[in-house]
């Protein structure tokens, strides 16, 4: 089974509207750590937000914040007043805590159109 | 935040040839790097994971007399792809993260490969 299924291949947003990217996720270990990344074309990766299998409260940086569904293995992103400069592929990854390794999903191409 | 210098950024080369592939840990130790090969419109493949000190672990599918991968010290990583050819190009990036479920990779920039 996929460890990180992200279901939206392409998304398109108006400039200063929210857009939500999905992501679910498969673990059975109860200590887990759920990641954002951005990669621009020019390929680099941008760590965007952190959320813990613990955690309480939803994680926020800036205009990015993380829906966390624990019962529903899912987390995620929600970009609120999306920016031209938001256009770029988001990656949603989990880190359990008993391997040192990162599962990615497929990704989401986001367009942020003016 | 924990900074990882890859380099080189793009390179291009005739079939057949060797070409190396580092990564370095700026400000701080890493004993392991992780390997990840990407193409075109798709998700990061982990190729294998280097351990400082000791043999790599590669993930299954993934040819080690092909991409040879040493750590020799605690700041540097490299990848050789050897005799290389047309598929494998790729874009190749390294990345390290501390040990924890809630750590992050902090990766290098990338490597554009081009085989000719």
């Known amino acids: 089974a996929q460890k990180i299924t992200q279901t939206q291949p392409g998304m398109f947003v108006q400039e200063k509207e929210a857009v939500t990217l999905d992501c679910t996720y498969d673990t059975s270990d109860p200590s887990y750590g759920l990641f954002w990344y951005k990669q621009p074309s020019s390929g680099e990766m941008i760590f965007l937000i952190y959320q813990g299998s613990y955690d309480q409260q939803n994680a926020t940086e800036g205009r990015y914040s993380l829906n966390f569904q624990k019962a529903r293995k899912s987390a995620n992103l929600v970009i609120s007043a999306s920016q031209l400069g938001d256009s770029a592929m988001y990656f949603c990854?989990?880190?359990?805590?008993?391997?040192?390794?990162?599962?990615f999903g497929s990704g989401t191409k986001l367009n942020v159109k003016p | 935040g924990a900074v990882v210098s890859q380099h080189p950024s793009r390179v291009i080369c005739k079939s057949g040839t060797s070409v190396k592939i580092e990564c370095r840990s700026l400000?701080?130790?890493?004993?392991?790097m992780f390997w990840y090969r990407q193409f075109p419109k798709q998700s990061l493949m982990l190729m294998a994971t280097s351990n400082e000190g000791s043999k790599a672990t590669y993930e299954q599918g993934v040819e080690k007399d092909k991409f040879l991968i040493n750590h020799a010290s605690l700041t540097l990583s490299t990848l050789t792809v050897t005799s290389a050819h047309p598929e494998d190009s790729s874009f190749y990036i390294c990345s390290h993260a501390p040990l924890g479920a809630g750590q992050p990779q902090h990766f290098g920039d990338g490597t554009r490969l081009s085989i000719l």
């Open positions: 990854a989990m880190r359990e805590s008993g391997f040192n390794k990162f599962y």
């Open positions: 400000d701080f130790q890493a004993t392991t």
